[in-house]
């Protein structure tokens, strides 16, 4: 049977002057990648305009899931964008469903009102405006319907990810370090790409053996090998804290916002168990000079840093009543440890910490190698101030031209609501250039000199003698500083003293670079090289 092609709807001229604009949207990118939704719902849109003898003028296509904030999608916060930057204009905006104008029940009144204010016309292919009190009845019972189905689709989601979850696979988007693979066995599966064995893995391993002595020398590596990008490492600290924490990286699965407490996962772990549990005690500082323990004691500065030389467990601080006062000991507390509760003096161990101290100041021959490196890294700094100062320059120039186009859209407005919208994005763009020019006039009136000759006294003075530097802490910044200077705790033997220690890894680095002797040696600024990559920088 045929169809007799429509005639031209609009042949009173009741839409003369205005231009469609199709706003399509599906709800994930595969089914943007893998499906032809957005196509056909701009096909039906541009055939409705064809027929209504409304011209075309652009396209918005959003690739967005869920209901709440309309301006979360992009492509809608583009559109209304557009609108304003064109107010001179008569504008159609057509979609071929009420769902995809919204799905929740709220924001569907609140869009429809943002486009109410800039005079926009609206046009749904599959329901008709009507601004009546049985309209808006109608409108909202389908809202709520579109609302209901949303919530409905995002429970029997949220089942089927929770259940993989407990079957013990990733059920979301990929890993850092990871990509989302098909296999026959396990359906969709993580596995191990590049990225994560070359870059990830090392940091993460580095900052657990103290190759890394903190998370921004970390996230410095990260950056230099490409993982992160565009930015500087110190804006990385939050997200390298993500990745110690999660256990995924050591071969598990948890999700406790769906209460999926930690179990063993399918994928392969990038990390080994212990690795992860060291990386928490660093985190966590229990045993990286963080926080010390609430009964700590100035007369037992170590506290929590010496382990028992026969058995590795932590010696605790303790007095002893003399008959006219008291005495300070160290104790081993592990039951069978030979030196179960044998008292060690507190004076002794710290007479022989103070020699060791005393015995790791860098020889005066090196400095000029310390100054090099100081200054490399300083210009390094300064060149990061100076480019955000440029960066900032840029964003003032950008947001002075915003403020000047929304004056002028402001002007030609043609409702007192479009204008006060207008005037209310003035005044929101004109805080926050005050805000960013306000902080680059606090950054040049900073006299980079002085800070600069501060920390190289300081740095200078503590590679010099640690020793003097320790006198003059308070308990809790000796703590922090124990960690700069030994990669571990220290294990005391109340026969044989202090057992052979480990000197920080500035120690070391220097020392060697200057044994080299070589013109050839590269700086490694001051991320600490691991062992190996030593080894070849001095040709060992």
């Not at 595969?30 to 305009?49: D, T, V, Y």
């Not at 916002?257 to 399918?266: I, P, Q």
Request: glycine share 6%.
């Amino acid at each position: 049977m045929s169809h007799a092609k429509r005639q031209p709807k609009n042949t009173n001229n009741t839409l003369e002057g205005f231009e469609g604009i199709v706003y399509c949207r599906v709800s994930s990118k595969k089914q943007e990648n893998e499906g032809s939704g957005l196509e056909s719902q701009e096909g039906r849109c541009l055939k409705e305009l064809d027929y209504l003898q409304v011209p075309h003028l652009k396209t918005f296509k959003d690739s967005f899931t869920g209901g709440g904030d309309f301006m979360e999608r992009p492509a809608m916060r583009s559109l209304l964008e557009y609108i304003d930057k064109n107010p001179h204009k008569k504008i159609m905006v057509i979609f071929d469903d009420l769902k995809r104008f919204a799905r929740d029940t709220e924001f569907h009144f609140k869009l429809r009102s943002t486009f109410r204010i800039r005079e926009v016309m609206l046009k749904c292919l599959n329901y008709n405006f009507v601004d009546t009190p049985e309209g808006e009845f109608s409108e909202t019972i389908f809202a709520a319907q579109a609302q209901l189905e949303r919530k409905q689709n995002k429970r029997q989601v949220i089942q089927k990810q929770r259940s993989r979850l407990e079957l013990g696979y990733w059920a979301f988007g990929s890993k850092k370090g990871y990509q989302m693979t098909k296999s026959k066995i396990h359906g969709t599966i993580s596995i191990v790409n590049d990225e994560g064995l070359e870059m990830l893995k090392p940091a993460l391993e580095g900052f657990s053996n103290g190759i890394f002595i903190n998370k921004v020398e970390a996230c410095r590596f990260l950056v230099e090998k490409g993982f992160w990008k565009k930015q500087s490492p110190d804006k990385y600290i939050d997200r390298f804290a993500k990745l110690l924490r999660d256990p995924f990286y050591a071969g598990y699965i948890e999700y406790p916002k769906w209460e999926v407490e930690r179990r063993s996962g399918n994928h392969k772990a990038l990390i080994s168990v212990e690795t992860f549990e060291r990386n928490q005690k660093r985190l966590d500082r229990k045993s990286s000079g963080g926080l010390p323990r609430v009964d700590r004691s100035e007369d037992f500065p170590l506290r929590n840093l010496l382990l028992c030389g026969d058995c590795d467990n932590h010696l605790t601080g303790a007095y002893s009543g003399g008959r006219n006062k008291r005495y300070g000991y160290y104790i081993c507390q592990k039951k069978g440890c030979p030196s179960y509760r044998k008292s060690m003096s507190a004076i002794s161990i710290h007479s022989e910490f103070d020699l060791l101290l005393k015995d790791l100041g860098l020889q005066e021959d090196i400095f000029p190698l310390v100054q090099k490196v100081f200054d490399r890294v300083w210009a390094r700094e300064m060149k990061s101030v100076k480019k955000d100062e440029d960066n900032g320059n840029d964003i003032i120039r950008v947001l002075e031209k915003k403020i000047d186009d929304v004056m002028d859209m402001a002007l030609n407005a043609r409702s007192e609501g479009l204008r006060s919208t207008y005037e209310h994005k003035i005044e929101s763009l004109g805080n926050e250039l005050r805000s960013l020019q306000n902080k680059q006039a606090t950054t040049k009136n900073i006299d980079f000199d002085i800070p600069y000759r501060t920390a190289l006294e300081k740095s200078m003075t503590m590679l010099k003698s640690p020793y003097k530097i320790w006198t003059s802490l308070t308990f809790d910044e000796k703590h922090k500083l124990f960690y700069f200077i030994f990669q571990e705790k220290l294990r005391y033997s109340r026969t044989e003293g202090y057992r052979t220690t480990k000197s920080c890894c500035y120690i070391r680095l220097f020392e060697q670079f200057d044994a080299s002797n070589s013109p050839h040696v590269e700086m490694g600024g001051i991320e600490p090289p691991c062992k190996k990559e030593i080894s070849q920088r001095l040709h060992i």
